[in-house]
């Protein structure tokens, strides 16, 4: 098999991917980005270190270690232009991005082409790791409700309104009523502006989908043991994603923890809707 190359960010993802290959006997090399993925989870594996704006650094560590497909996975906080310090490869992806520095789907996009211009064929991680693709129906002990149900079906096609601006892939909504849009902050910081509108009696859900789009390759939705955890705090009722475009990490995990605070995981199909 082919050596894999993980592009790591923060997170478990990336390395339920190399366990995953290590299981099928695949060889990987991980480039680990400067402070978002921990060096400490990869001390098994081929791994080296490089800045988000490092391209010309990357792209040769990527080539030495006898990388042909990468997958990029882990979570990575949007830098501002100020602070990147790009060298003259990564400067120049910028530069022709202009705006479009801006936008996901546009600073995706450019970074895919980047790799592929190189040499490199980006795949996605579902093709790599078929297994944690979000599941249809209730995974954990407890259900949605009626109400429940309702609210995560205007949910799912309002979140892929604003997906389809290219502001978020998340919402918040409760008892009918949209109480929190994602956009430039990230999810946990949304989920923790809505604390101040959660009612007791009608708790707010977390919806995910998959923008339309989107490059499946490339930045899919994600849930995983952080995120049950950040909605429980908040008072959550639960958790709903777009089956069959999510990326579950730590699912057995995930379902310890909602079933431990009482709350529900569902994977919904939006043709349902």
Known sequence: MAKLGIIAGGGNLPRDIVDYCTKIGRPVFVLGLKTFANPNSFEDVDFAEAGLAQASKALELLRNAGVTEIVLAGKVERPSLKSLKPDLKAAGILAKLGKG?????????????????????????????????????????????????NDIKSGLQLAKGIGALDIGQSVV?????????????????????????????????????????????????????????????AGFAGIAVEAGHTLVVSKNEMIELADEAGLFLFGAELEDC
């Open 173 to 233: 909504v409760q008892d009918g009523l949209c109480i929190a849009v994602e956009a430039i902050e990230g999810t946990d910081a949304m989920i923790e502006r809505s604390r101040a509108l959660v009612e007791d009696e009608a708790r707010p859900i977390l919806i995910k989908v998959k923008k339309p789009q989107q490059d499946r390759r490339l930045d899919l939705p994600t849930v995983g043991p952080e995120t049950v955890r950040a909605v429980a705090e």
């Open 101 to 149: 520095f801006l936008g996901d789907n546009s600073l995706m996009g450019a970074v895919k082409t980047a790799f592929e211009e190189e040499g490199f064929k980006v795949v996605g991680v579902d093709e790599v790791f078929d297994e944690v693709l979000a599941a249809i129906g209730t995974w954990g002990q407890v259900k949605p409700s009626l109400e429940n149900l």
